[in-house]
């Protein structure tokens, strides 16, 4: 995306660093590198991963953002998420809650398209989307989200692995042929007046799904890792994509694999007054499929559940309910008061 220089990420914030992951080194069978990515799971939850060889489809897709944020707002509106706990479609900015007190809302815009809707295109899936979308869902969207779930089932295979699961499990909770959540999101935030900056462009939370790919520009994004309780900013890094585990994983491995707590405040210093863009795929498992610990497909599991007793790993809920609950309830024309933020949150209160 063509565009003014950036000012750089300032050194005088505290951030968190997490390990780099070699792609390369992943597909070519390299045990240390299995081990390093294991470590960041199993740990923080969060890593980063160097030559994912995405960053055409990632430029592309960044190009389709700003086409689309650059619609007339009633046309983006015409495509907008609604109230119903569907993600797919614009989000508009101020939709969402990022507290329990409701007060203040998120300031972040953005569109998210089904990797079903993208796959199947021409044929509609889920929903449709803005023209600026639909022109480039067969050479943009598409190659994107092949690219990202390529990467997204190499890493899934190797925690199954390490995990002790029968060969193939988690690549079937994610078949890609199953209706899904999975989406891509192109995310606006406005540039912000320093003195003023302070609003949340996203609130806190834990991702829904199994996996995360982001590839940010600007600072703004942080994690609360594990054991504290100050918030750090994680440092973009160029043609770094920054992957995380969310719940349905963290559930499936019975807590193994962690899904880390974070959020979106304004770009940090001279960032601050910058249009921040970034761009994810999120993996989530097919819309059946139950969250819960797999303890009778693996000892590890199993063990893990049993060292947890005031953990709760039984949902009860399908991929789908628990997303559509979590995103209705996100929702600030659905609030009814703090209950509604509580029925909006995932794992991160049980950790
Ligand atoms: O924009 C970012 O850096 C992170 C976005 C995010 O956490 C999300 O959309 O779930
Ligand atoms: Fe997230």
Redesign the pocket.
């Known amino acids: 995306m063509p565009g003014p220089t950036l000012p750089p990420f300032p050194d005088d914030v505290r951030t968190h660093p997490f390990l780099i992951i070699d792609y390369e080194l992943i597909k070519a069978g390299d045990k240390d590198e299995e081990n390093r990515l294991w470590k960041a799971a199993t740990t923080i939850g969060f890593w980063y991963l160097k030559n994912h060889g995405a960053d055409q489809e990632v430029s592309d897709m960044f190009d389709m953002g700003a086409e689309t944020m650059a619609l007339p707002c009633e046309e983006r509106m015409k495509f907008e998420q609604g109230d119903e706990g569907q993600s797919f479609g614009y989000k508009k900015a101020g939709a969402n809650a990022v507290d329990a007190a409701g007060k203040n809302l998120d300031t972040?815009e953005?569109i998210n398209i089904s990797k079903d809707d993208a796959l199947a295109y021409s044929q509609v899936v889920h929903r449709t989307y803005p023209s600026t979308v639909n022109s480039r869902m067969e050479n943009t969207i598409a190659p994107f989200v092949r690219k990202a779930l390529a990467v997204n089932y190499v890493l899934l295979n190797i925690f199954n692995e390490k995990l002790g699961l029968p060969q193939g499990t988690l690549e079937r909770l994610h078949a890609v042929e199953e209706h899904s959540g999975s989406e891509a999101?192109c995310?606006r935030?406005p540039p912000q007046v320093k003195e003023a900056a302070g609003g949340l462009?996203?609130g806190a939370?834990t991702?829904f799904g199994s996996l995360?790919l982001?590839h940010?520009r600007l600072g703004?994004?942080q994690v609360m890792p594990p054991g504290h309780d100050e918030w750090s900013f994680?440092r973009p890094i160029p043609e770094h994509a920054?992957c995380n585990i969310g719940d349905a994983l963290s559930l499936f491995s019975g807590g193994i694999l962690q899904s880390n707590i974070?959020?979106?405040v304004p770009p940090p210093g001279a960032q601050v007054e910058y249009e921040?863009w970034?761009l994810?795929f999120?993996t989530r498992p097919g819309n059946s499929k139950i969250l819960r610990a797999l303890i009778e497909s693996s000892p590890l599991i199993a063990e893990a559940v049993k060292q947890q007793p005031d953990r709760k790993f039984e949902t009860g809920s399908t991929a789908a309910a628990w997303s559509t609950r979590r995103f209705k309830n996100s929702r600030i024309h659905n609030r009814t008061g703090p209950e509604t933020w509580a029925a909006s949150r995932g794992t991160e209160h049980t950790v």
Do not use: E
Request: aromatic residues 8%; proline residues 0%; positive net charge.
């Open positions: 972040a953005y999101r995310i935030n462009a996203i939370h991702d995360t982001l940010n703004g994004l994680v920054i974070h959020r979106v921040r970034s994810a999120f």
